[in-house]
């Protein structure tokens, strides 16, 4: 059975930094894409990064340059470093494959994370 388990939200103020962690138990992240979405109270599950086994990024416009996410294979880990925090950036963030499909693994519970402005 594969678990995710995000880590290390919680609360900061606007311009602040946090970095998350998803560790993976049960299959191996290795080939696959792996993608941080994040989903707001009343919006759609978005993305806000994925990066690729060997380690090619992308991000959307609303994180780009703020937000950088990387892979330790043989840690079966994925982070994402979030600077310059916004208010608008309040959400719960989990990880999982991307694409964001019926494939993916069974999602985790999330981090939660709140930038107060």
């Known amino acids: 059975q594969v678990q995710l388990m995000e880590s290390g939200g919680g609360l900061v103020q606007a311009g602040g930094s946090l970095t998350l962690s998803c560790v993976a138990s049960?299959?191996?992240?290795?080939?696959?894409?792996m993608g941080w979405y994040r989903q707001a109270p009343g919006k759609r599950r978005e993305l806000v990064a994925y990066?690729?086994?060997?380690?090619?990024?992308y991000y959307p416009d609303s994180v780009k340059g703020r937000f950088t996410i990387s892979r330790d294979n043989a840690k079966n880990t994925v982070y994402l470093q979030m600077n310059s925090l916004k208010p608008e950036d309040t959400a719960v963030y989990y990880c999982?494959?991307?694409?964001?499909?019926?494939?993916?693994?069974?999602w985790g519970q999330g981090t939660q994370v709140t930038v107060s402005s």
């Open positions: 999982n494959t991307f694409p964001d499909s019926t494939l993916n693994f069974p």
């Open positions: 990066i690729s086994s060997p380690g090619s990024t």
């Open positions: 049960g299959r191996s992240i290795f080939g696959r894409l």
